[in-house]
């Protein structure tokens, strides 16, 4: 039998270090690499959750602005189906409704913030957004 050289003693023990150390170094990223994707994971789960709730208030500020009495009235005065919009509201995209929905605010800070009368300009955009939901409906 032969005894192995100081050489190859050295060199073993070279390979061993090395594989320690890619060992080590593949145990620490794949730990980080949980740890990024667990925070991932939360940021997506907030993102999600923050339009959830965006597009919740985005539908109930239309249907908050189809249930006000002067929209009614003017929506009867020109014949339009208000119960058709308010079905529309549900089956409009994240594009249509963000639309809708800045009109819809418009409508309803007009009607809250103090104005007794529908002016000229918010009937306008009550119609408007009464035409564009059953416009997309039709569509």
């Known amino acids: 039998m032969n005894r192995p050289t100081h050489t190859e003693m050295a060199m073993r023990g070279t390979r061993i270090s090395v594989i320690a150390l890619l060992c080590a170094f593949g145990v620490s990223s794949s730990v980080s690499a949980q740890q990024r994707h667990a925070a991932d994971q939360a940021i997506l789960d907030q993102v999600v959750a923050d339009h959830v709730q965006q597009t919740g208030d985005d539908r109930e500020a239309i249907l908050r602005a189809l249930d006000n009495d002067q929209v009614?009235?003017?929506?009867?005065?020109?014949?339009?189906?208000?119960?058709?919009?308010?079905?529309?509201?549900?089956?409009?995209?994240?594009?249509?409704?963000?639309?809708?929905?800045?009109?819809?605010?418009?409508?309803?800070?007009?009607?809250?913030?103090?104005?007794?009368?529908?002016?000229?300009?918010?009937?306008?955009?009550?119609?408007?957004?009464?035409?564009?939901i059953l416009i997309i409906v039709a569509v």
């Open 72 to 132: 009614r009235d003017l929506a009867g005065r020109v014949g339009l189906d208000l119960k058709r919009a308010e079905a529309a509201v549900a089956r409009l995209d994240d594009v249509e409704l963000g639309v809708l929905a800045a009109r819809a605010r418009t409508v309803n800070d007009a009607l809250v913030g103090g104005q007794s009368h529908v002016t000229i300009s918010t009937t306008v955009i009550i119609i408007g957004l009464l035409v564009l």
